[in-house]
Nanobody
């Protein structure tokens, strides 16, 4: 099994910044990609950003491009999400996700709340 521990959520004013971290442990061999999804109240869970563990290729939702940066530390099996210029609409529960080969199994963290409010 894979365990994912997230940290870094909280309350921030519009225009502020937060950094999320997610550390993977357990049976973490053959993790292909790590990333973040979010779910706002009454909405479906959506992709925020993902990054491969091989070449570091990153993929972002259009709504966060230019504001959020995803990175990873393979030695620590940790993925980060630097969120700048936060907007009210970024408010959501953010979930860490890893995709594990060979069966493309999804593993999820417990979620961390990010609230952007003045």
């Amino acid at each position: 099994q894979v365990q994912l521990v997230e940290s870094g959520g909280g309350l921030v004013q519009p225009g502020g910044s937060l950094r999320l971290s997610c550390a993977a442990s357990g049976s973490i061999s053959r993790i292909y990609a790590m990333g973040w999804y979010r779910q706002a109240p009454g909405k479906q869970r959506e992709l925020v950003a993902t990054i491969t563990t091989t070449d570091g290729s990153a993929n972002y939702a259009d709504s966060v491009k230019g504001r959020f940066t995803i990175s990873r530390d393979n030695a620590k099996s940790t993925v980060y999400l630097q969120m700048n210029s936060l907007k009210l609409e970024d408010t959501a529960v953010y979930y860490c996700n890893v995709k594990q080969l060979p069966l493309w199994v999804d593993h999820w963290g417990q979620g961390t709340q990010v609230t952007v409010s003045s």
